[in-house]
């Protein structure tokens, strides 16, 4: 068990331009979900998978964000024309879903720093 | 989703025990009281969580109140390095969607 990847760990890039985050869960974890989290705030709610499906997107989320999980394992999160209220850290997290009674442990990785100048 | 309510910051002497409460008034029969921390610069940990009777493991206690209304979160011995944000968040069985709220933070004393 090698945790939940996340890559890159830092990236800058100037306003306008294209991001791509990508997530690598726990093994067999077929829930996977994406937060932001700005300074002094608590990790906002972007979206989430079960399996390859995504379940739900916050309402709240630009369209300009999309994310996707094509094989139900890796996941990854697309900013298109960045902007600088874009600057955050993007937190990746995998959990199992196995029934009732489910822990739903969420398990989190380190997060991908974006910095939008 | 139940929207939870927690106190900004508290602090604790090391060794006494943290006593983290967190209000739910609006949970529903199938929401779960979960507890996470976040130490600065990490992703969110696991601590604990329950549905109606208390819990206890390595890391932590959890009551919640009869009416599950309300929950403290109980560090029996805090230490330095349990000063983290902590989070109560009240989860549906159905749909297993996390809302943060901001936490409280505990700063813990030498």
């Known amino acids: 068990d090698t945790g939940v990847s996340q890559n890159p760990r830092h990236k800058i890039t100037k306003r306008g331009q294209n991001v791509t985050f990508r997530c690598d869960p726990i093994?067999?974890?077929?829930?996977l979900y994406w937060y932001r989290q700005t300074l002094g705030q608590g990790p906002e709610f972007l979206t989430y998978?079960?399996?390859?499906?995504?379940?739900?997107k916050s309402r709240l989320l630009s369209d300009r964000f999309s994310a996707e999980r094509p094989k139900g394992s890796f996941s990854t999160l697309e900013i298109q024309r960045t902007e600088q209220g874009d600057s955050a850290m993007y937190l990746c997290?995998?959990?199992?879903?196995?029934?009732?009674?489910?822990?739903?442990?969420?398990?989190f990785g380190e997060g991908s720093r974006l910095t939008v100048l | 989703d139940a929207k939870t309510t927690q106190p900004t910051s508290m602090d604790c002497a090391e060794g006494r025990a943290a006593n983290l409460p967190c209000n739910h008034s609006?949970?529903?029969?199938?929401?779960?009281v979960y507890w996470y921390r976040q130490i600065h610069s990490q992703g969110p940990q696991y601590i604990i969580h329950?549905?109606?009777n208390n819990e206890t493991n390595e890391m932590a206690s959890l009551i919640i109140t009869e009416d599950r209304k309300s929950s403290t979160l109980i560090l029996p011995h805090a230490m330095l390095r349990d000063t983290a944000v902590y989070y109560c968040?009240?989860?549906?069985?159905?749909?297993?969607?996390?809302?943060f709220g901001t936490g409280t933070r505990l700063k813990v004393l030498a």
């Open positions: 997290a995998s959990s199992l879903k196995t029934g009732t009674p489910n822990t739903g442990e969420l398990f």
């Open positions: 093994s067999e974890h077929n829930r």
């Open positions: 998978f079960q399996n390859e499906a995504q379940l739900e």
């Open positions: 609006t949970i529903s029969g199938n929401e779960y």
């Open positions: 329950g549905l109606k």
């Open positions: 968040i009240a989860v549906s069985s159905g749909t297993y969607k996390y809302i």
